[in-house]
């Protein structure tokens, strides 16, 4: 984990297992993000990884032959990281150089964003192997939508990183040797703004997604109209007028 400019940088570095989300990495991402989202010097996280994979999902060396109930802590903890990702106050970006499959297609999606090298390709192979991909396929289907969702399920096949932009999967594919600087640009403009009015954003973002429409407006008048009162909504409309840059108080809870 590295912190520069700002932003935080967690790293998957387990190449030979191709990054396979094992039960321990998994509890070592969410204390990982939890720790992070606490920290006001910390505006942006971005998730990536070491090698030619993202992440393969899970780890099959450790499910083998395993009780019922290592299956449900396992997916318990899937289900915590992917809420974790959203509960954390700052956007997180997933940093997406080569494969993402299952699980590892799964964190992609729950990511708040994505950039994605050319070289990258995504998958929910899970039925090939007697397992569907069903915990991947909530926020998979969220991205992308029903049939393009069922279409990756239903075969397994992979889809390459410009119909994964396409679909709504990642927002954008860079050449390999571009991926950092576009992460880092992506970072940058997020980070000209006001933590607070951001962490705001997110939060509303993900429960109006389930709302319906009436009640989506219902909560979002709500939260604009505090988001309003905040010192941090008075500087921006104080700073617009006045033709100036707006000087954030900053921090979350402002």
């Not at 010097?41 to 070491?50: F, L, N």
């Not at 040797?177 to 954003?201: K, M």
Request: proline fraction near 5%; charge should be negative.
């Amino acid at each position: 984990m590295d912190v520069q400019e700002r932003v935080a940088r967690i790293t998957l570095t387990n190449p030979k297992r191709r990054n396979a989300l094992s039960l321990g990495l998994m509890e070592d991402l969410i204390e990982a993000l939890r720790k992070l989202g606490e920290r006001t010097d910390v505006a942006v996280i971005v998730i990536g990884a070491e090698g030619p994979a993202f992440s393969a999902g899970h780890d099959l060396s450790e499910m083998v032959d395993r009780d019922a109930g290592f299956y449900t802590r396992l997916f318990e903890v899937c289900t915590e990281l992917m809420a974790a990702v959203h509960e954390v106050p700052q956007p997180v970006i997933a940093e997406v150089a080569g494969v993402a499959t299952a699980a590892g297609c799964q964190l992609v999606a729950a990511c708040d964003l994505a950039v994605a090298s050319a070289e990258a390709t995504f998958a929910t192979p899970g039925v090939r192997i007697g397992l569907f991909c069903s915990t991947p396929m909530v926020p998979i289907s969220r991205a992308v939508g029903r049939k393009r969702a069922m279409e990756m399920l239903l075969t397994g096949d992979p889809i390459d990183a410009n119909t994964a932009a396409e679909w709504g999967l990642v927002n954008r594919v860079v050449p390999p040797d571009e991926l950092r600087s576009a992460v880092d640009d992506l970072a940058a403009r997020i980070t000209r703004f006001s933590d607070h009015t951001i962490a705001i954003g997110k939060q509303v973002f993900y429960r109006q997604l389930d709302c319906g429409e009436p009640e989506a407006y219902d909560l979002t008048r709500q939260v604009m109209a505090t988001n309003a009162t905040t010192t941090d909504a008075r500087e921006g409309m104080e700073a617009f007028l006045a033709k100036r840059s707006p000087s954030w108080s900053g921090r979350r809870g402002n």
